[in-house]
């Protein structure tokens, strides 16, 4: 019998609003389930049990049905995320279905488990989290991740992104970075406001805060190699789900 994932949400094509292939023209597998719960995190549904009935156990067969229903012949890359994907072993032949159709694939994760198919992504996020998460990153297994890829040689398919909401949350940045000196470092704009339904207050907001990371980046010298992004899909649609 073919394994099924879990599947909160298919959307796309859109933009990939965030890191490492902002811009990118994406589809999206939103995965449902995570191991840890982050305070702001802007997709709860995924794990709090607000959306439960939605969640859909597809084989990889469906949900790429389900892509080219959606999407036809306008996407060559697909963003997997969640929840945390990563709590998934099956994604396995989602990922090889998507390579046999010649389709890119990315995935966010923060950064907690270790798949062997990490190997296999073209474009791999990894978004350990800060204090004001109220998470605890457990370095022992980041440190295994990151070493893994290194020792294949994926650097250039993986990038580390920390969201920042405040000074504590940058210099947990600071300690990320230096850490793993060799993987791409992005900096991004934590929303506060997951519940705004007021585009032009939020893009107010979040202007705001990434002109204060800005400053912070530029001032730093830890910092002289990161990029600071805002999240561009909250710029644009706001907190609506599904873009
Ligand atoms: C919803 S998470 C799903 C993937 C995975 N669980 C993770 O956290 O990396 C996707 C990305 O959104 C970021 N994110 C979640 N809530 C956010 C918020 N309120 N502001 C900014 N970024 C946020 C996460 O840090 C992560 O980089
Ligand atoms: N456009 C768009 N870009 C994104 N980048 C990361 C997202 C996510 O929720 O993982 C996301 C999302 O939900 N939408
Ligand atoms: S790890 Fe990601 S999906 Fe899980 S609670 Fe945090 S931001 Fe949300
Ligand atoms: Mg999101």
Redesign the pocket.
Known sequence: MAKTIPVLEIFGPTIQG??MVIGQKTMFVRTAG?D?S?R????AF?WDGSAKEEIRQMTAEEVWHRLVELGGDRFSHVTI?????ALIKALDELISLLKENKIRVAL???GSRWQDWFYDIDDL?I?P?PPSSEMNTDFAVLDDIIERLNKRGRVANVSL?V?VFDEKDFAYAKFVHARYPNIPFYL?????D?TELDDLTLRTKLLEKLEWLIEKTVQTKEMNDARVLP?LHALVWGNKRGV
């Open positions: 965030e890191g995570c840890y982050c702001w995190c802007d997709s995924t995320s969640g929840g945390n994907p966010e994760t923060q996020t978004s989290k992104k969201v991004q704009v934590g929303n506060d997951v999240q």
